[in-house]
Each structure stands twice: as structure tokens, then as C-alpha cells.
């Protein structure tokens, strides 16, 4: 059973740093990627990384945010520098887990980022 656990978020202020961590287990992964939701918004992307370190970002996180991944312990993070308010969201993990029939889109249940003072 494929399963993605995030963990790391938290109440945090205005310009402070969080890392958040998604640990996958039951297959291996090619491209991974932190996406987030904000209350009435639609979920929007973050940043992915290829299972060879290629990494992409948000223009809105671009220079704050760092991607990264271990593919030995099959976890991915997300390490969050000068938070802003509008940083807040649900975070989730994506990973396309490789089957024999093709890739596969698993996602984790979220973990809450509140940027407040």
C-alpha cells in the first residue's frame, strides 16, 4: 500500500521558518511535489523536484521556499524561510509512484501552515 505522511507544519509568524517533511513508503517515486490549498482558493502548486534533483517554483515562493528529497529514505521536503501571511494553507504532498502499468498520483492528507502574529 502506497501512503504519503507529511508532518512539520504549525502556527508560525511573519517571517519566521518552517520544514515540512512527506514520507513516502510502498513504492518507489519519480517526481514529487508540495502543493497547498487556502481556505476558498483552489489548490495551487508549490514546487516539484524529479527523482534526479530538478526542481521547479511558484513565482509567489521563488528565492523563500526550498525543495528537496532523500530518494535512499524516499522523503521529500520543503524547507519555508520568511513566511507571510498568505503563506497560510493546507500543505500536500504528490508523488507519481512508478507501476508496471505507468505512473501513478498519490497524495497525503495535508498538514496545516499558519502564518499569523
Known amino acids: 500500500q502506497v501512503q504519503l505522511v507529511e508532518s512539520g507544519g504549525g502556527l508560525v509568524q511573519p517571517g519566521g521558518s518552517l520544514r515540512l517533511s512527506c514520507a513516502g513508503s510502498?513504492?518507489?517515486?519519480?517526481?514529487m511535489g508540495w502543493y497547498r490549498q487556502a481556505p476558498g482558493k483552489q489548490r495551487e502548486l508549490v514546487a516539484t523536484?524529479?527523482?534526479?534533483?530538478?526542481?521547479k517554483y511558484a513565482e509567489s515562493v521563488k528565492g523563500r521556499f526550498t525543495i528537496s528529497r532523500d530518494n535512499a529514505k524516499n522523503t521529500m521536503y520543503l524547507q519555508m524561510n520568511s513566511l507571510k501571511p498568505e503563506d497560510t494553507a493546507v500543505y500536500y504532498c504528490?508523488?507519481?509512484?512508478?507501476?508496471?502499468?505507468?505512473?501513478?498520483?498519490?497524495w497525503g492528507q495535508g498538514t496545516q501552515v499558519t502564518v499569523s502574529s
Open positions: 504528490k508523488a507519481d509512484g512508478r507501476t508496471p502499468g505507468g505512473l501513478i498520483a498519490y
Open positions: 510502498g513504492s518507489r517515486f519519480s517526481v
Open positions: 523536484i524529479s527523482s534526479g534533483g530538478i526542481t
